[in-house]
């Protein structure tokens, strides 16, 4: 009987202590702006010690929310989403057998040049970090020049 105990003691010890090595995690949600208008398109972009970045899209009220990042500490990145109208207009001149020209080209660049500034698309020179150490965090991320 004492060892029948004993044995559930132990065994709920290791269990808790499983239970507590468990990676905590949380989520951020928040609004992008630039300039006090919201970003519209484009992706926040999370790097943490791991080196695996997490990104989320950002919806076109501006609003993003990540969840599932490991506490610890992150780097962010915000960055344009990636130019479909170009490869669409590329795609339709060469089902054309033709080039399209490129004033049309430089057109569809220029519409697709981002709102977001180029120092934010690199992790490195975005300045914008968090530390997560808690379940849920608003983080709202308001760029300037």
């Not at 989320?56 to 479909?84: C, F, H, Q």
């Not at 975005?126 to 530390?131: D, H």
Request: charged content about 20%.
């Amino acid at each position: 009987m004492l060892l029948k105990h004993t044995v559930t003691v132990v065994l709920c010890g290791i269990l808790l202590l499983l239970c507590s090595c468990r990676e905590q995690t949380g989520s951020l949600k928040g609004e992008v702006s630039y300039n006090k208008r919201p970003i519209t398109e484009g992706e926040v972009v999370f790097l943490g010690k791991s080196g695996v970045p997490t990104s989320v899209s950002i919806e076109p009220s501006g609003n993003y929310e990540v969840r599932g990042l490991p506490y610890g500490d992150y780097m962010i990145a915000v960055v344009p989403r990636a130019n479909t109208s170009l490869s669409d207009l590329r795609r339709e001149w060469k089902a054309k057998g033709e080039e399209p020209p490129p004033e049309l080209v430089t057109a569809a660049m220029k519409a697709a040049s981002s709102a977001i500034p180029k120092r934010y698309h690199v992790h490195d020179t975005s300045g914008l970090t968090i530390t997560i150490s808690q379940p849920a965090t608003p983080l709202d991320l308001p760029l300037v020049d």
